[in-house]
């Protein structure tokens, strides 16, 4: 909705007048409580959210993989609605290096030192602004001067000035300008606030995955890394068969052609891996290739199998983009105010009390001065640019308004998203266990027949690439279930609402709320 310009406040003060208070002052104390422009009101939640995110139906317990080879990473997840997430919620995957980690993270990253940088900046520029509109501009000035005159038009004489004066100034808030000012940029702190808040769970978030994302690496580089031993032990098995004649030399042609493929693609996992390394170095302030950093694997990090997960309508309270936005709804309804205050009257008081003294020979005179007044100044003709000036904050509100109702929608969506990931997840690995497996016993019975001359190699040699794929398959599907609960979790504001009040860890705690 547009904003909406309004005075407030101002009709109850109008009885004043009929109460024998003088007319300049009545009008004074009836126009001091008026302030022009929309009275910012929090945003509800969205109506009709219901009680859970996405559609209708959505199971709240995922498949469980059974198997050997699926441990902790294949147990069933339950999403628990109305649950609390701890403001620490990398803690709930139990791996104690990567706490450490994230901790060193919060410390030492430059991004995250930036944004306080900003929020401290914007704390400051509003004492300022609350500083200079709130009170009286008062200064002082002293001088002396040696002067040189004729007096009564004979005599020359020389003669000293000084002067002490004290000036004062105040704009009188009338249509509260000074006051909508200060609101905006008091709203300019809560967005600067909420957006160290959300680098902060940007960080830790990027931590969590890149970790993940890591240890998935690994892993199928060590599952490449046996097929490769596989290969390798297989052609030297077959090199001296063609020694002996007992196979054709095509047969150590296509053997080594695999194993260089396979060799092939350890590059881009290597490399990838480093990448990761480095990306985890830079998080918590180091040059990539510094030592120090933990290494992360699938079996040190814990699949939470309970899902802390808010309700839908206490989402946008959560979530610290969208708190970030609606700050900068509020700062733009308070200039709405600013900019529709400049087409009323303006009213600035003024005041000064000082001392002059005169010295002239052995003789002084001094005398005591003061003043007080008032000037008025009203806009007459300024060629429309008062009004331009309000349309055009009426539509930077109306922008903001939009921008705020799209950060919602997105917030809903990426919650919704995830939850659904995190089931197709379950399932996904569910089928690729399964597949792995299958796999498995394949390559085992394919190769103890080859060792017999029951199938040929080319049968060998497809085993041995279906075995390959479905472990790295597998591989990857692990590490989604870990990486889509990070997102979940990170999706709904990271509980940082949930941070003790009294933390006085002020380098890991935007400190705020």
Known sequence: MPASITISACQKHRRLLSRGIGLGLAIGLALAGCAVGPDFKSPSAPKDVGDVYGSPG??????AATGSKTGDAGAAQRVVYGSELPAQWWTLFHSDAL??????????????????????????????????LNYPNVGGQLGAARNHAFL??????????????????????????????????????DYQRFEL??????LVSNVVTTAIREASLRAQLQALQKVLDAQQKQLEVIEKQVALGAVARSVELAQRTQVAQTKAMLAPLEKSLAQARHQLAVYVGKLPGESGLPEFRLD????????????PSLLVRQRPDVRANEALLHAAGAQVGVAASSQYPQINL??????????????????????LGAGLTQPIFNG???SAKRRAAEAAYEQAEAQYRWTVLTAFQDVADNLRAIDADAVILKAQANAESLARESLEITNNQYELGGVSYLSLLDAERGYQQARVNFVAAQAARLTDTA????SLGGGWWNRPKDDTNTDESPGGS
């Not at 959505?58 to 498949?63: A, K």
């Not at 000293?160 to 249509?175: G, I, P, Q």
């Not at 040190?300 to 309700?311: E, W």
């Open 58 to 63: 959505q199971p709240t317990t995922t498949e």
């Open 99 to 132: 706490d450490q980690l994230i901790r060193s993270a919060l410390k030492q990253n430059p991004t995250l030192a930036s944004a306080r940088a900003a929020l401290r900046q914007a704390g400051e520029i509003f004492n300022a602004e609350s500083g200079a």
């Open 152 to 189: 009564y038009s004979v005599t020359a004489s020389d003669f000293t000035l000084y002067n002490a004066t004290v000036n004062v100034s105040y704009m009188l808030d009338v249509f509260g300008a000074s006051r909508r000012q200060i609101e905006s940029q008091a709203a300019v702190v």
């Open 197 to 202: 808040e959300a680098a902060y769970q940007m």
């Open 300 to 311: 040190s990090l814990q699949l939470p199998q309970n899902l802390p997960v808010s309700l």
């Open 350 to 371: 003024t005041g000064s009390i000082g001392v002059t003294q005169i010295q002239l020979g052995g003789l002084s005179a001094s005398s005591a001065l003061w003043n």
């Open 384 to 386: 429309g640019a008062l």
């Open 487 to 490: 997102a979940l979790f990170a």
